[in-house]
T-cell receptor, first 112, second 114 residues
Framework: AQRVTQPEKLLSVFKGAPVELKCNYS??????LFWYVQYSRQRLQLLLR??SRESIKGFTADLNKGETSFHLKKPFAQEEDSAMYYC??????????????FGQGTILTVHP | DGGITQSPKYLFRKEGQNVTLSCEQN?????MYWYRQDPGQGLRLIYY???????QKGDIAEGYSVSREKKESFPLTVTSAQKNPTAFYLC?????????????FGPGTRLTVT
């Protein structure tokens, strides 16, 4: 079974401070990991995916297979980063094929 | 205007009644999904469909039913058998179920059952 855990339900930082949203996963095969974001009054949307190795809006996330983690990081948080963030895992085989499993979500608040 | 739409935005029903939530997309996507969003529990997959006339149960399918008669439509029926139906429901679609394809989400429907 595949599982995604986001240990922090709420995370508060001040503008300009570094931020790290934690994500750990459980999956026996080679997963595909994503971060989705939901800004206030907007739809849930893809922020980044691990296979792209890209930086979006200053955010990066590295897949660490040894620690089964995919933490989202940004060196200098901005107020507009305040949102709900979901980590998600896409299985690639067996009964997990194609399913996207989401974590519980972390609400990030960036204070001025 | 392309995208994925859900209607209505808010829905109220009496306990014991079935209710159907609409989801339509004009993105020509093959795959469609229904999720339920509850505080502290994230998004949980109810049903998904990879192609027309085919669908699979997700993690919490009990008390729900779906149909996929057209590529662009994937309605969800919340039946009276669903023990805790009050929630925010999200529909999504993607190009296909294989590969790391992005899922596009609708605006959601908030269902309240009293």
């Amino acid at each position: 079974a595949q599982r995604v855990t986001q240990p922090e339900k709420l995370l508060s930082v001040f503008k300009g401070a570094p931020v790290e949203l934690k994500c750990n996963y459980s999956y026996s095969g080679s997963p595909e990991l994503f971060w989705y974001v939901q800004y206030s009054r907007q739809r849930l949307q893809l922020l980044l995916r691990h296979i792209s190795r890209e930086s979006i809006k200053g955010f990066t996330a590295d897949l660490n297979k040894g620690e089964t983690s995919f933490h989202l990081k940004k060196p200098f948080a901005q107020e507009e980063d305040s949102a709900m963030y979901y980590c998600a895992l896409k299985g690639a085989g067996g009964t997990s094929y194609g399913k996207l499993t989401f974590g519980q979500g972390t609400i990030l608040t960036v204070h001025p | 205007d392309g995208g994925i739409t859900q209607s209505p935005k808010y829905l109220f029903r009496k306990e014991g009644q079935n209710v159907t939530l609409s989801c339509e997309q004009n993105l020509n996507h093959d795959a469609m999904y229904w999720y339920r969003q509850d505080p502290g529990q994230g998004l949980r997959l109810i049903y998904y469909s990879q192609i027309v006339n085919d669908f699979q149960k997700g993690d919490i399918a009990e008390g729900y039913s779906v149909s996929r008669e057209k590529k662009e439509s994937f309605p969800l029926t919340v039946t009276s058998a669903q023990k805790n139906p009050t929630a925010f429901y999200l529909c999504a679609s993607s190009i296909g179920d294989r590969g790391a394809y992005e899922q596009y989400f609708g605006p959601g429907t908030r269902l309240t059952v009293t």
